[in-house]
C-alpha cells in the first residue's frame, strides 16, 4: 500500500515565514530555512515553499533563499511563485526544487504546463490550484489566481481535469474557504478532484488536527495532507502528527 504523504507549506512574503487565515492578516511567524530545517528533522516527507507576492509583484521567487532551504534538506521540495517561463522552472530547479508549483501562470498559459512537463517531467510539474466555493460554477467551486485577488471564471473541477491533460503531474488542492481555520479540510471537494484526474491531489487549507487529516487522507482520498498553522504554531509536531495517523490505520512512513 503506498504512504500517505505529510507535507508542510512553508508560505514566504520578502524573505520571512508568514501565515494567515483565508488569505488574510498575515503575521510574520520565523525564518523559512530554519523552520525547514527543523521540519525535516521532524520527518516531514515533503516541503513546499510558496513566494505569494511573487505573481503579484511581477518578479520569480527569491532563488537565494531557495538554495539556502535546498541545503539543510534531503526531501522533495517544491518552489512556487512568479514561475512564468521554462527558464523560470529551469533556474528553480537548478537552485535546488525537485518541484515547480504552477498556479497563476498555468491559468494565464496552459502551454507552459505541457512544455515544462515535456523539458522537465511530469514528475517536476504541480498545479497549484486556490479553490473557493462558488454556486455558479458546474462543481460548486471556481479557481483564483495571484493568492485569491482574481477569479478566474475557471470551473475547478474541469480546470484540474484540463491541466492534468496537459501534463501537470501532481495538483496541490487548496481550499480557501477553509485556509488557516483550524476547522478541517474540505473533504468534499478533495474527494471530487482526486477521483476525476489520475495524479496524486494533495489536500490544502483546514489542517487543525490529526483527525483531519485521517479524515482527508481516507474519505478524501487524497495521496498527501499539507499542513501549516498547526505545526507553525508547535502544537503538533510532524511525528506527532504521523503517529496518530498510524494508529488510526492511515500508512506513513514513521
Excluded at 75 to 100: H, R, Y
Aim: with cysteine; charged share 20%; proline share 3%.
Amino acid at each position: 500500500m503506498l504512504k500517505k504523504r505529510i507535507i508542510v507549506c512553508l508560505d514566504v512574503r520578502d524573505g520571512r515565514t508568514t501565515k494567515g487565515v483565508k488569505f488574510l492578516n498575515n503575521v510574520d511567524i520565523g525564518d523559512p530555512v530554519k523552520m525547514a530545517a527543523e521540519y525535516y528533522r521532524q520527518g516531514v516527507d515533503e516541503l513546499v515553499f510558496y513566494d505569494i507576492i511573487a505573481s503579484a509583484k511581477g518578479r520569480g521567487p527569491i532563488l537565494s533563499l531557495v538554495s539556502a532551504v535546498a541545503r539543510e534538506v534531503f526531501i522533495p521540495f517544491a518552489v512556487g511563485g512568479g514561475i512564468n517561463t521554462l527558464d523560470d522552472i529551469q533556474e528553480t530547479i537548478l537552485a535546488g526544487a525537485e518541484k515547480v508549483s504552477l498556479n497563476s501562470s498555468a491559468v494565464k498559459n496552459p502551454s507552459l504546463i505541457t512544455e515544462g512537463a515535456k523539458v522537465f517531467g511530469s514528475q517536476c510539474i504541480v498545479l497549484g490550484m486556490d479553490v473557493r466555493k462558488d454556486s455558479s460554477k458546474p462543481s460548486g467551486y471556481g479557481t483564483t489566481i495571484h493568492g485569491g485577488r482574481v477569479d478566474t471564471g475557471l470551473d475547478a473541477l474541469e480546470w484540474a481535469k484540463k491541466a492534468v491533460s496537459l501534463g501537470a503531474g501532481e495538483i496541490v488542492l487548496n481550499s480557501m474557504d477553509a485556509d488557516g481555520t483550524l476547522d478541517g479540510y474540505d473533504v468534499h471537494l478533495t474527494k471530487m478532484i482526486s477521483e476525476a484526474v489520475s495524479v496524486p491531489v494533495v489536500a490544502s487549507g483546514g489542517a487543525g488536527t490529526p483527525s483531519h487529516l485521517v479524515d482527508v487522507l481516507t474519505e478524501g482520498k487524497a495521496s498527501a495532507a499539507l499542513v501549516a498553522s498547526m505545526t507553525h504554531s508547535g502544537k503538533y509536531t510532524v511525528h506527532s502528527i504521523k503517529e496518530e495517523l498510524s494508529k488510526k490505520g492511515v500508512p506513513v512512513r514513521l
